[in-house]
């Protein structure tokens, strides 16, 4: 399987940007599909955004999409989500994962395999 280490966390003001990355270990990395979540204090994970294993097709939950972009650099076997015009309610602790998926993009968190520890992100008013 794939390891996966977040980081780009942090606090940012309403309004702001911020670009978490996802490093994974493994040979296979360019095989999956990845995909981020969220989870804020009280309310289940959910999912924001995906990419299929190509690199070809993102995929984004209505709540952030204009405002997030998801890319990958398959040479850096990272992935990336650039998240703009921040607001409150992005408040959450944010979690890569990977999905051996190939014929579509997944958006379940049963369809992955893999998942990062976390990173917190804060978005203050």
């Known amino acids: 399987q794939v390891q996966l280490v977040e980081s780009g966390g942090g606090l940012v003001q309403a309004g702001g940007s911020l670009r978490l990355s996802c490093a994974a270990s493994?040979?296979?990395?360019?095989?999956?599909?990845m995909g981020w979540f969220r989870q804020a204090p009280g309310k289940e994970r959910e999912f924001v955004a995906a990419?299929?294993?190509?690199?070809?097709?993102?995929y984004y939950a209505d709540s952030v999409k204009g405002r997030f972009t998801f890319s990958r650099d398959k040479a850096k076997n990272t992935v990336y989500l650039q998240m703009n015009s921040l607001k409150r309610e992005d408040t959450a602790v944010y979690y890569c994962?990977?999905?051996?998926?190939?014929?579509?993009?997944?958006?379940?968190?049963?369809?992955?395999?893999?998942w990062g520890q976390g990173t917190q992100v804060t978005v203050s008013s």
């Open positions: 994962a990977a999905s051996p998926t190939r014929a579509t993009i997944p958006v379940r968190p049963e369809d992955f395999v893999s």
């Open positions: 493994g040979r296979t990395f360019s095989s999956y599909a």
């Open positions: 990419i299929n294993w190509s690199g070809s097709s993102t």
